[in-house]
């Protein structure tokens, strides 16, 4: 039966027979295969099985996946192949019978060269430190309504006069009122992207903001009274 050789440096940790049709990998333990570690996505990447073919597919992972050092979406599986997930590595033994060549008798599989290069530059991969993931920031430059930093926690964080949202600004005059929600951060894949909830209210590096625009570590952002700077720490 096929399987996988969960492996953490040199050390194979655990063994799990691909005795289902398909199996998730990941950080919450809803999964087939729970691998504690905060560079592993809750739901991290899945193998599956179509036919007599064994696939891996990454379920939109922080960090991704690898199929012998390469970063995959989707990817056919062979016999040793190695998958890499942050710092741990799932190997592919694929133990069932294949046809015998003409001439009849046993054959050893010997890997070639390349393959067994590939292999280790994979474990190597793996293995490799992660990149500790930054986090966004806005700073106030001026108008401090409440506190001079906030970090961007969650998915959204609002920006307005109202008392519902996480970052308070400051009027721009008597007869300038600061909007209850003037505009918003999300936390995508692509990075933190700002919405103008109010279409041209926002004020980034000198530009009115009309929709979205994906934020850079030092913008300056300008909203009524209060000018906010975002970074990455």
Not at 23 to 41: E, Q
Not at 63 to 71: A, I
Not at 77 to 89: M, N, R, S, T
């Given at each position: 039966m096929p399987k996988l050789l969960l492996k953490f440096n040199a050390a194979v940790i655990k063994e799990i027979p691909l005795d289902k049709p398909?199996?998730?990998?990941?950080?919450?333990?809803?999964?087939?295969?729970?691998?504690?570690?905060?560079?592993?996505?809750?739901h991290h990447c899945k193998v599956v099985m179509k036919g007599d073919t064994y696939y891996v597919e990454d379920l939109e992972s922080t960090?991704?996946?690898?199929?012998?050092?390469?970063?995959i979406v989707k990817s056919?599986?062979?016999?040793?192949?190695?998958?890499?997930?942050?710092?741990?590595?799932l190997v592919f033994v694929d133990d069932r019978a294949k046809p015998e060549e003409a001439g009849g008798g046993d054959k050893t599989m010997v890997?070639?060269?390349e393959k067994q290069e590939a292999m280790a530059k994979a474990v190597a991969a793996a293995n490799a430190?992660?990149?500790?993931?930054?986090?966004?920031?806005?700073?106030?430059?001026k108008g401090v309504v409440a506190a001079p930093e906030y970090e961007l926690k969650g998915s959204s964080t609002y920006i307005g006069k109202s008392d519902?949202?996480?970052?308070?600004i400051a009027d721009g005059g008597f007869f300038n009122r600061a909007p209850e929600v003037a505009a918003s951060i999300h936390r995508k894949?692509?990075?933190?992207?700002?919405?103008?909830?109010?279409?041209?209210?926002p004020v980034v590096n000198g530009k009115a903001l009309s929709g979205s625009l994906v934020l850079?570590?030092?913008?300056?952002?300008?909203?009524?009274?209060?000018?906010?700077?975002?970074?990455?720490?």
């Open positions: 398909a199996l998730t990998v990941g950080r919450k333990p809803d999964n087939d295969v729970v691998i504690d570690n905060p560079a592993i996505s809750s960090n991704g996946t690898f199929v012998n050092e390469k970063r056919g599986l062979h016999d040793q192949d190695v998958i890499g997930v942050a710092k741990h590595a890997l070639t060269p430190p992660q990149k500790a993931e930054q986090v966004g920031w806005v700073r106030v430059l519902r949202v996480q970052v308070p894949t692509e990075g933190y992207v700002m919405m103008a909830v109010k279409e041209g209210y850079k570590d030092g913008d300056i952002i300008e909203c009524g009274g209060t000018t906010l700077q975002f970074f990455l720490k």
